[in-house]
């Protein structure tokens, strides 16, 4: 079935001359050669300066000490987010609770929450404002009022 062709070997021949290692350095400058050595020399340096330091005896430990200190500010910060929330939280659900008893007249009440809420917000002053511009005036007296006596009460335990 298949024929079997005969090529001469002439056809296969490339059209590069052989090179001859002698030729080939030759041609390489001799700054890149020195360029070259260097550079092994520098691999070969960070090397062996890797590998005694990994063998060092408090390397480890370090490295551990190094890492365990790093989880540990990323669980307190974790930790301070939280407590952030939880505190959002508490002082929007006594706004809403003063809120609640503004709208059923009971305006004592009101004040505490809004105070509750003041002792927690991180800009009491500002919740100041918001309950003075939104609320009615007897609120506000009432917040304030309670403001004054804790600082006074506070000014007075530190006498």
């Not at 009101?110 to 005036?137: G, I, S, W």
């Amino acid at each position: 079935f298949h024929r079997i062709v005969n090529i001469p070997n002439s056809h296969f021949k490339t059209s590069c001359p052989k090179l001859k290692l002698k030729e080939v350095i030759m041609k390489v400058s001799p700054s890149l050669i020195v360029g070259g050595v260097l550079a092994a020399g520098v691999i070969g340096y960070c090397m062996y300066f890797d590998n005694k330091r990994r063998s060092a005896p408090g390397f480890r430990k370090k490295l551990i000490a190094k890492r365990r200190k790093e989880y540990d500010a990323i669980v307190q910060q974790n930790e301070k987010v939280k407590e952030h929330e939880k505190r959002q939280s508490y002082v929007n659900s006594e706004i809403k609770e003063a809120n609640e008893c503004i709208r059923q007249g009971d305006n004592r009440d009101a004040a505490k929450h809004f105070f509750n809420a003041y002792k927690r917000y991180a800009q009491p002053e500002k919740l100041l404002e918001m309950v003075k511009t939104t609320c009615p005036d007897e609120v506000y007296v009432f917040v304030v009022d309670l403001v004054q006596k804790a600082k006074s009460r506070n000014q007075s335990e530190s006498a």
